[in-house]
């Protein structure tokens, strides 16, 4: 990887990617691109930034050849939980993203980085110990999209050459920019709202499990993955990474240790809880270690400590 276009950065995932990107390769050579006037005007102080519509090859691929790209990361998408507010917007924004970033992967000789999700098991996945090649009929359009995606992308691999890699993520936890729309973001909001206002109302059952993971290693496993050497890779397109799986009840016990005075209540909204439920409890992520060293270094003590003091200096 030289010269990295990051499409969708101002989301969760792209504000940290970004200057973790120019950290290892130089400033110079990421380019942060996005569709909101306020993302790029954000990201400009920080990093060369554009603003860019993933749905117009046209000016898109313009984009890619002026910078000379060689590698995209796409990280457009609308989240599980808006996408079945509106089912054929996100088809449309999740899919016409990556197809562009196909096309152009492709006719430019680009890497390709595309996130799946745990969003892309369904009810009828094991959901203890979910293997990496298992039952995948999600009941999202979200999931649809991310079943979609991986098979396209490993067409595109086979047919075409194109070196297209991701991960399944989890629920990411951070603390540089809130996720919006997914089912997982109350991991992240519970300590925005303690710090605040010393509670928080979770719309997650309190004893639904899912798999999560803190940024720092969603970031190495970027890195890895895509530094990785081809011969090894057996999968593609999409590895199972995890670090930690927990329910609400736990996560908010651990919290309570630092904030014994945190008030914690349950307001459950049916939709997001219906499409935790369909999700692993706990993905088995052993070959993602086997084929490229995945090796996430955070568990659930740490991370919330660190949330805690790094979540207290901005509220
Ligand atoms: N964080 C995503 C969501 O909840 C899952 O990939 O939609």
């Known amino acids: 990887m030289k010269r990295i276009l990051v499409v969708g950065a101002g989301g969760q995932i792209g504000t940290e990617l970004v200057p973790f990107l120019q950290k290892h390769y130089g400033y110079d050579n990421i380019i942060a691109g996005d569709a909101k006037d306020e993302s790029v005007a954000r990201m400009a102080e920080q990093a060369i930034s554009v603003k860019m519509d993933a749905l117009d090859l046209e000016s898109y691929g313009s984009l890619v050849r002026k910078y000379k790209v060689d590698t995209i990361f796409n990280l457009v998408a609308l989240l599980s939980a808006t996408g079945e507010r509106f089912p054929e917007k996100a088809w449309n924004i999740n899919m016409g993203a990556l197809m562009n970033s196909l096309t152009l992967a492709k006719e430019n000789g680009c890497a390709l980085?595309?996130?799946?999700?745990?969003?892309?098991?369904?009810?009828?996945?094991?959901?203890?110990?979910?293997?990496?090649?298992?039952?995948?009929?999600?009941?999202?359009?979200?999931?649809?999209?991310?079943?979609t995606g991986e098979l396209l992308s490993d067409y595109y691999f086979h047919r075409y050459g194109v070196d297209t890699r991701s991960v399944r993520f989890p629920g990411i936890i951070s603390n540089g920019c809130l996720p919006g729309g997914g089912t997982t973001d109350y991991a992240v909001e519970v300590f925005y709202e303690v710090l605040r206002k010393g509670r928080y109302t979770c719309?997650?059952?309190?004893?639904?499990?899912?798999?999560?993971?803190?940024?720092?290693?969603?970031?190495?496993?970027?890195?890895?993955?895509?530094?990785?050497?081809?011969?090894?890779?057996?999968?593609?397109?999409?590895?199972?990474?995890?670090?930690?799986?927990?329910?609400p009840e736990q996560l908010f016990a651990k919290i309570r240790e630092h904030l014994p005075e945190a008030v914690f209540d349950y307001a459950v909204d049916p939709v997001k809880a219906a499409i935790a439920d369909s999700w692993p409890d706990r993905m088995d992520d052993s070959c993602a270690r086997a084929e490229w060293g995945w090796n996430p270094q955070w568990d659930l003590d740490r991370m919330t400590k660190d949330m805690i003091e790094k979540v207290g200096r901005k509220v």
Do not use: W
């Open 113 to 147: 980085f595309t996130p799946s999700s745990i969003g892309a098991f369904g009810e009828s996945t094991p959901h203890d110990m979910t293997p990496q090649d298992t039952v995948m009929r999600p009941n999202t359009i979200y999931g649809v999209c991310k079943v």
């Open 203 to 247: 719309p997650i059952p309190k004893d639904t499990y899912m798999d999560m993971l803190y940024m720092p290693d969603a970031l190495d496993a970027v890195i890895q993955l895509m530094e990785a050497d081809p011969a090894k890779l057996k999968h593609r397109n999409s590895f199972n990474i995890t670090c930690m799986s927990f329910c």
